[in-house]
Every structure is written in structure tokens, then in C-alpha cells.
């Protein structure tokens, strides 16, 4: 089936890097930023912002400063739930407040920090129109859209207004290049599972999102399950589903699924059959037509 999303990437940003390590910085994921900001996780942005756009936003994360590049990712979400690049280039300004303690703090924990940054994320570029007058490599070539950083790496740029909180990262925490997708291996093999389902009402009033689900399984089947995240709506249709699967007799297990619900406009016309990639027990995109307003 065609991939949707990643999330089975996104698993490791639950495995991996647990609220201990965040937890070591002063910057909680839980507090609201300074000066009463509300920071936005960065797959969230990195997920939704649209060719061209600038948008302002508060964000937390690790910084790499280096001396070709500096970037951005989240340690909890190592790997975006869609597929999208999971860090950003950041641009630094000597003028921006705080900047001189990050650079300070980046420079005694090998080139890394804790930060929270308040700037203005920008999008990838928009694709060129194409020019028939030139030749067809020589037209896509030019289409190509702009990227940000050293060598073109990056898809997006965090352009830094403030530096809000700039806290060591502990050696223990591993560098991004360090964290791998869990195996295949990594969860039980499922024999039975019935075809994950968009909530008809979830659609209807246009609900989206992620639901996170530890699952404990005895003897081959479900003995329990938690709901860690997510709307309530689509969570009951991932626990019904979660509901028919076995695995076999043998298998003790405890693991966190994830559910991806995603919302698309259509063209009127177009298929309006919903879209499933099953990659159970350790995930799920499913993807509906939006509702029509």
C-alpha cells in the first residue's frame, strides 16, 4: 500500500528519549513559554505549514549548532507521524535576545541545548510553473523548489526572534544520527485484525488527529488497553478495532500503537473511498474525504 504517514518512526519518539531526559531541562513540555507563550510541537508545524507560508510560532526542542548548519528536532518525536522531514534549519541572529547564553550552553554540551524559540517557521518553496519553451530536464531543474541550510538540506527554516530558554543537554540523551526506526521485529505478529474504520462522525464534524495506545496482550489476545492521547471520538473506533485483534497463543506482549486520522480536501468527482495503510499492531494511517462545506 502507498505510504501515508510514518508513524512507526514516530513509536520511537515514545520509546526513546522518555520524559526523564526531557525532563532534565528547565523547559518542561508542560509549562507554557515565557512571556505566556504556548509552544507548538514541531512535527505539528512541520507537518502543516504550506509551500510559501510564514508563520510565527513558539517552539521546543534540541539545538545542533555546528559550523556549516544549525537545526532543530523534537527529542519526544524523533520521526514526524507523516511523512515529512522531522527537523528545520534554524537562523540565528547575534541580535536576538538570548542568543549569546544558547550559544554558551550549545558550546559546553557538545554543540547541543534544550531551547525553547520564539520566531517564524518558513515553508518549503512553492514548486515553479513549468516553461515549455525550455527543455524538459532544463524546465524541471529550474521548478525545483528552494530549500534552506548547507547543501540544500533542510525543507524548512526557523528564523529566531528570541531565545527563550537555552538549558545543557545531558550526554546520556542520544544525537538524532544515533536514534534508529524500530524493527519490524519490534512488535508481535498479528493473525487477525479487522480494516481500521474513520469514525462517520468524527468526519462529519471534521476530527483529526493522532490516538496513542498502550496495548498489553496475554495468551494472544487483548487484555488491556490505555489510551494515552487523543480525541475521545476517534479513540473509541481505534479501541473497537483494537478489540478484533489475535495474535498467537504464545505471544506476551506490551507495546504503544498509533492511529493517524487524516482529513483531505478532494476535487468533486474524485474517489470518495477512504484510504487505509495498516502497518498493525504497530500503527495505522487511515484517510477520509473531508466533508464538504
Same mark, same amino acid.
Given at each position: 500500500?502507498?505510504?501515508?504517514?510514518?508513524?512507526?518512526?514516530?513509536?520511537?519518539?515514545?520509546?526513546?528519549?522518555?520524559?526523564?531526559?526531557?525532563?532534565?531541562?528547565?523547559?518542561?513540555?508542560?509549562?507554557?513559554?515565557?512571556?505566556?507563550?504556548?509552544?507548538?510541537?514541531?512535527?505539528?508545524?512541520?507537518?502543516?505549514?504550506?509551500?510559501?507560508?510564514?508563520?510565527?510560532?513558539?517552539?521546543?526542542?534540541?539545538?545542533?549548532?555546528?559550523?556549516?548548519?544549525?537545526?532543530l528536532y523534537?527529542?519526544?518525536?524523533?520521526?514526524?507521524?507523516?511523512?515529512?522531514?522531522?527537523?528545520?534549519? $534554524? /537562523?540565528?541572529?547575534? %541580535? *536576538?535576545?538570548?542568543? @549569546?547564553?544558547?550559544?554558551? #550552553?550549545?558550546?559546553?554540551?557538545?554543540?547541543?541545548a534544550y531551547v525553547t524559540l520564539r520566531g517564524v517557521l518558513w515553508g518549503p518553496d512553492k514548486v515553479k510553473e513549468d516553461d515549455p519553451t525550455e527543455q524538459v530536464i532544463v524546465a524541471y531543474s529550474r521548478r525545483l523548489p528552494l530549500r534552506f541550510g548547507h547543501m540544500s538540506y533542510s525543507r524548512t527554516q526557523f528564523v529566531v526572534t528570541e531565545v527563550l530558554a537555552s538549558d545543557p543537554v545531558p550526554a546520556t540523551v542520544p544525537n538524532l544520527g544515533a536514534l534508529k526506526r524500530p524493527p519490524e521485529s519490534a512488535f508481535p505478529l498479528l493473525l487477525e485484525a479487522a480494516l481500521p474504520q474513520y469514525p462517520e462522525l468524527a468526519r462529519r464534524a471534521g476530527i483529526s488527529?493522532?490516538?496513542? $495506545? /498502550?496495548?498489553?496482550? %496475554? *495468551?494472544?489476545?487483548? @487484555?488491556?488497553?490505555?489510551? #494515552?492521547?487523543?480525541?475521545?471520538?476517534?479513540?473509541?473506533?481505534?479501541?473497537?478495532?483494537?478489540?478484533?485483534?489475535?495474535?498467537?497463543?504464545?505471544?506476551?506482549?506490551?507495546?504503544?500503537?498509533?492511529?493517524?486520522?487524516?482529513?483531505?480536501?478532494?476535487?468533486t468527482g474524485d474517489d470518495r473511498n477512504t484510504r487505509v495503510d495498516s502497518r498493525l499492531p504497530a500503527s495505522a494511517t487511515v484517510v477520509a474525504p473531508q466533508e464538504a462545506q
Open positions: 500500500m502507498r505510504l501515508l504517514a510514518n508513524s512507526t518512526g514516530f513509536l520511537l519518539g515514545l520509546f526513546c528519549l522518555t520524559a526523564a531526559s526531557w525532563g532534565a531541562s528547565a523547559s518542561a513540555d508542560s509549562r507554557p513559554a515565557s512571556g505566556g507563550d504556548v509552544a507548538t510541537p514541531l512535527c505539528e508545524l512541520l507537518e502543516s505549514i504550506s509551500p510559501g507560508e510564514r508563520r510565527p510560532a513558539t517552539v521546543r526542542g534540541i539545538i545542533v549548532v555546528g559550523y556549516e548548519t544549525t537545526m523534537d527529542p519526544e518525536s524523533p520521526y514526524c507521524p507523516l511523512d515529512v522531514q522531522s527537523t528545520t534549519e $534554524v /537562523e540565528l541572529s547575534s %541580535k *536576538a535576545p538570548g542568543n @549569546a547564553r544558547l550559544l554558551k #550552553t550549545a558550546e559546553a554540551s557538545d554543540g547541543r488527529g493522532e490516538v496513542v $495506545v /498502550e496495548v498489553t496482550i %496475554k *495468551a494472544g489476545r487483548v @487484555a488491556a488497553t490505555a489510551v #494515552t492521547s487523543g480525541d475521545r471520538m476517534l479513540a473509541r473506533a481505534v479501541l473497537r478495532n483494537i478489540e478484533t485483534w489475535r495474535f498467537g497463543d504464545d505471544v506476551e506482549a506490551k507495546f504503544t500503537t498509533i492511529f493517524v486520522f487524516v482529513l483531505e480536501l478532494r476535487r
